[in-house]
């Protein structure tokens, strides 16, 4: 069962509910596919890290053979490629690597080569198998290294816990294309209601099951739980606002480690998730 957690922007806590149903469930697999930042690690400390590169292929031009058409910077919707008037020039770094380019050129004068975008790390924490990707700065998108750390699970069962990159870009539609349930993860503000709705916006046109973990609740009025209850959207649970939540949280602990209280309010959760995507299976 693969479980996508995600957010409409950092700082809901995401990762802290990623990492500690990871940790309570036990046996799972963690990955975090929040490429340009990714800090599940911080908090699962895995060991005996592998580690690969993620490459791309980008077009790459024979001088001698290009005529200067255009043809290609005309296709290119990324605007990857411009020609001076005398050379074709290529900027590797927003190439999508489509691959529409070589295939349009008429006079063969593209073909491609490979080029190093960022890498994914494979380690242990406990029974918990950790599942990193890293786009390396500069890059313009993670795609494809989210592309990878699926491909490293498909054929893996058991509980699978994708940590999906904030807000509901391209990056996050790859993280949870393959999920089975989502968690969305809010705060108790106006902007956290904004945020909410947008990754709403998203699984409901993924047609993906899910529901709402409310995050740093307190006994104030909850916007966001407001909305789950105007929308109908199941809240899974509440997690309490808690300065101790927040010191052992900064200090990279798993906090279902530290207390009873908050392993059991884990494991309400993860029993709740998974009675739900049973449910919607």
């Known amino acids: 069962m693969k479980i996508a957690v995600l957010s409409g922007k950092g700082g809901t806590g995401k990762t802290f509910v990623s990492v500690n149903l990871a940790a309570v469930a036990k046996k799972s697999i963690y990955l975090d596919c929040d490429v ?20 791309v292929l980008i077009p790459f031009v024979d001088d001698r053979l290009c005529n200067g058409c255009k043809k290609c910077v005309d296709f290119c919707a990324f605007n990857a490629l411009a020609h001076t008037g005398t050379e074709l020039m290529i900027f590797e770094k927003i190439c999508h690597s489509c691959g529409g380019c070589k295939l349009l050129c ?29 786009l390396n700065p500069g890059e313009a998108s993670g795609t494809m290294i989210i592309d990878a750390l699926l491909e490293e699970v498909k ?11 904030p807000g509901s870009a391209c990056v996050v539609m790859e993280s949870i294309k393959d999920a ?32 709402v973990v409310l995050n740093k609740c307190t006994d104030k009025n909850n916007p966001s739980e407001v909305y789950c209850m105007e929308k109908g959207i199941k809240i899974l649970g509440r997690i309490p606002f808690s300065y101790e939540l927040g010191a052992l949280t900064s200090s990279g602990e798993i906090v279902v480690n530290q207390h009873k209280e908050y392993y059991e309010l884990f494991s309400g959760l993860l029993k ?7 449910a919607h299976s």
């Not at 989502?182 to 503000?189: Q, T």
């Not at 709740?272 to 049973?278: C, F, N």
């Open 36 to 55: 340009e930042e990714p800090n599940g690690h911080l908090f699962l400390k895995p060991v005996d890290e592998d580690e690969k590169d993620i490459k």
């Open 106 to 134: 008429p006079e063969k004068a593209l073909s491609e080569k490979e080029r190093v975008i960022g890498r994914i790390k494979k380690g242990r924490a406990g029974e918990i198998l950790v599942y990193t990707g890293i």
């Open 155 to 165: 054929d893996e069962k058991g509980l699978i816990f994708i940590d999906a990159p």
């Open 180 to 211: 089975d349930y989502c968690i969305l993860v809010a705060e108790p503000s106006i902007f956290g209601v904004h945020n909410l709705e947008m990754v709403h916006e998203l699984v409901e046109l993924f047609k993906k099951p899910f529901g």
């Open 272 to 278: 709740e998730v998974q009675d739900e995507a049973t």
